[in-house]
């Protein structure tokens, strides 16, 4: 780090070459941060040599020497500013490798210096894509309508003639499978089916026939409202299961037998489906899984939403909430992208990133095996940064979303913002130093820069609408103090003045003798 800075003491007076004061009264006030570097800079004067050689003398042999010719500034009102410099590198940011998902093999992978937008495909595996779209989160669960699930299985033998798909919603009334061609039906309630129900000779009781009589009523199998909803199997609950049983076009028996019904707490979606038609069935075997509980909700949810909406996705309210509208973005955007139309973005199947990246080297190649979890793509931020490691002792210099100026490499300045410095120092003692990045104002100057080296000014200090003189006006007087020669219409003159901030060569002064817009010598 380099910088500047200069203070310097004040007299009450300081005498002229021919002995009065050209200053009097008393003393002009100091700032109380004002630095002199007046040694560092190499101001050297003695004021009787210097004003006798401004002003011509004798030459000591009876000869007059011809005055040089005398250089002039004018004296000014302006902003001076202090500018600490620290060396930077002008690159991209490295992220975390994109991974594959799944096990299986790469069958397509991004080039190496494409740059991957939000919706845009970064590899696949088993034909299966990884999508990248733009958030702050990284994905850590799968996104679907609840994080709570329940598994059904079945209590009939023989082969699966029908099933539902995944992503449909299934309610009370409705078949959720065929056995043989035999229906499998849903109804609401928490007892898991576990005998079958019917009349008996000395009636059969209990919360699952409460949970029956209650589905058929609800499904509106009592139109009359004639059912005790009991617990009891009544000749009336057979009828009510007979009339249920010729809407679904199976055979009148009255009796509900173990696997035609399958009970669930609520209407749920089908989060997978773990059989197909064709498939042998067998009682306890594993048959769907479906949601259950509250809707899903985060702000994994919430920035997925703003994707799908960016992406020109109609239905979700941005609300972090999985609901239906959330849900019918997520199939149409499967239904593109080539995903399975299920409503469920299995983890891994998306990466959320910041913004678009650039693919900067293949980790595994097409038709490379990989397993769940093997780096792929090895990736970049597109936007390019500039970095440097501020020391601990300057971190009062820099906070997030202060504008700086970068010199470049080919020695022009660019406009910059300061958006991230590390909370955590690196190193030790007093070579501690926090990571600090900062963005271009305008990224098109870094164009083909990469790695390169710049010198990053921050303003450590500045005074504004002072008066000002060249540092190079000021004369050290033997006696003490400080002057500057000042054009009248006799000549040059002597003026006091207190000298202050120093920046750029020009340095504040203040004197009551001294007005903007004269002229001063400078060497």
Do not use: C, H
């Amino acid at each position: 780090m380099t910088g500047r800075a200069m203070t310097a003491p004040t007299d009450d007076a300081a005498p002229g070459v021919d002995g009065t004061d050209v200053y009097e009264g008393p003393a002009a006030p100091k700032r109380s941060r004002v630095w002199w570097w007046i040694g560092g800079i190499g101001l050297v004067a003695v004021v009787a040599i210097a004003v006798l050689a401004l002003l011509g003398g004798n030459s000591g042999d009876g000869t007059t020497d011809t005055v040089a010719a005398l250089t002039f500034e004018e004296v000014v009102r302006t902003d001076l500013v202090q500018m600490d410099s620290f060396d930077g590198t002008l690159g991209t940011e490295t992220g975390d490798p994109v991974v594959s998902p799944i096990s299986g093999t790469v069958t397509t992978t991004a080039e190496v210096g494409t740059m991957v937008e939000q919706g845009d495909v970064f590899l696949t595996v088993n034909n299966e894509p990884v999508v990248l779209l733009y958030g702050d989160l990284p994905a850590y669960r799968t996104l679907t309508a609840t994080d709570e699930t329940m598994t059904l299985s079945g209590a009939k033998s023989g082969v699966i003639t029908e099933i539902v798909a995944a992503g449909e919603t299934i309610e009370q009334g409705d078949v959720l499978y065929r056995v043989n061609g035999e229906p499998v039906v849903v109804m609401y309630g928490d007892i898991p089916a576990y005998r079958a129900l019917r009349d008996l000779s000395e009636n059969l009781t209990g919360p699952d026939v409460l949970q029956l009589e209650q589905a058929l009523v609800a499904l509106g199998y009592d139109p009359d409202a004639l059912a005790a909803v009991d617990e009891e199997f009544t000749d009336y609950t057979q009828t009510m299961v007979e009339r249920w049983q010729e809407d679904l076009g199976v055979e009148e028996t009255g009796e509900v037998a173990l696997g035609d019904v399958i009970f669930i707490p609520e209407a749920s979606e089908i989060l997978s489906v773990d059989v197909a038609v064709g498939d042998s069935a067998n009682s306890g075997q594993p048959i769907v899984t479906i949601s259950t509980g509250d809707p899903l909700r985060g702000d994994d949810v919430l920035q997925l939403e703003e994707a799908l909406v960016a992406l020109g996705y109609d239905g979700p309210v941005v609300d972090g909430v999985w609901d239906s509208g959330t849900k019918a973005a997520v199939l149409a955007w499967q239904a593109d992208v080539g995903l399975e139309e299920d409503g469920v973005i299995d983890l891994g199947a998306v990466v959320f990133l910041a913004s678009t990246v650039r693919v900067n080297e293949v980790l595994a190649s097409v038709g490379s095996a990989v397993t769940a979890g093997t780096p792929v793509l090895g990736i970049s931020s597109a936007d390019q940064f500039v970095t440097f490691d501020l020391p601990a002792a300057d971190q009062g210099l820099v906070v997030v979303g202060q504008e700086v100026i970068i010199e470049m490499p080919d020695g022009s300045d660019a406009g910059g913002k300061v958006v991230e410095i590390d909370s955590v120092a690196t190193g030790g003692g007093g070579n501690a130093t926090f990571g600090v990045k900062i963005v271009l104002d305008d990224p098109s100057v870094a164009v083909g820069l990469d790695e390169a080296p710049v010198d990053v000014e921050i303003i450590s200090d500045s005074v504004s609408n002072v008066m000002a003189v060249p540092v190079s006006a000021l004369v050290a007087l033997a006696e003490g103090g400080y002057a500057v020669e000042v054009q009248t219409a006799t000549g040059p003159q002597l003026v006091a003045v207190d000298p202050g901030f120093y920046a750029d060569g020009l340095v504040e002064v203040e004197s009551d003798s001294l007005n903007v817009g004269d002229m001063v010598v400078v060497p």
